[in-house]
């Protein structure tokens, strides 16, 4: 069963891949006519896929203006929370480079900027081979959460099998559902997509 993108029983058992520097490697058996080093061996996914992106780009909306993150509203001035673009949060000092907007081509570069943070925090914090849907379903949580959350989130946990309060990968990633300790039904629908 596939669960927010994570295959839990995959986690669980963990009985088909086994992890040597990072590379994944099946046990099974050769069939074919394929030589045994054709068929035990796969690159490990480093990068947000295309239907990823997309699928992060859907939730996060394109702004082309600053906007304050916790209400939506377009800002003039800048805040803690000031973002623009595709969920791209502006720091203090990049306020002037984006106070006046930016293109769609300038949005598409921010973005892919953006992400290469959030995949290598995926990359350095999860030990199981992952499939393509799993790694994306995790970057756009990490995207969402910030790298030093999903770093320390119970899912990270989870998925590499250590103990939690949690019975279930499920239950640890709808956990992340409040905004300033508020349950949001956006954060509610964004957990399920993922």
């Known amino acids: 069963m596939v669960v927010n993108g994570v295959s839990e029983n995959k986690i669980k058992e963990n009985k088909d891949v086994n992890i ?14 394929i030589s045994s080093s054709e068929n035990n061996t796969q690159e490990k996914i480093t990068h947000l896929s295309n239907d990823g992106q997309n ?9 082309l203006k600053p906007y304050n993150d916790q209400n939506g509203k377009e800002i003039t001035s ?7 673009g595709y969920g791209h949060l502006i720091g203090q000092n990049e306020w002037d480079l984006y106070k006046n907007g930016i293109t769609l081509q300038e949005a598409d570069k921010l973005f892919k900027n953006d992400l290469l943070p959030f995949e290598n925090a995926v990359k350095n914090s999860i030990n199981s081979s992952l499939a393509q849907n799993e790694f994306d379903a995790l970057v756009i949580l990490c995207f969402n959460i910030g790298i030093d959350n999903f770093k320390n989130s119970f899912v990270a ?23 300033q300790n508020k349950v949001m039904q956006g954060l509610i629908n964004r957990r399920n997509a993922e």
Do not use: C, D, F, V
């Open 20 to 33: 040597n520097n990072g590379t994944k490697y099946t046990n099974t058996t050769k069939s074919n006519n």
């Open 55 to 63: 699928l992060l780009k859907n939730i996060e909306k394109l702004r």
């Open 78 to 84: 800048y805040i803690k929370g000031a973002t623009i």
């Open 157 to 179: 946990k989870i998925i590499n099998a250590e103990k939690t309060g949690y019975k279930t990968l499920k239950e640890a990633w709808m956990a992340w559902n409040k905004s």
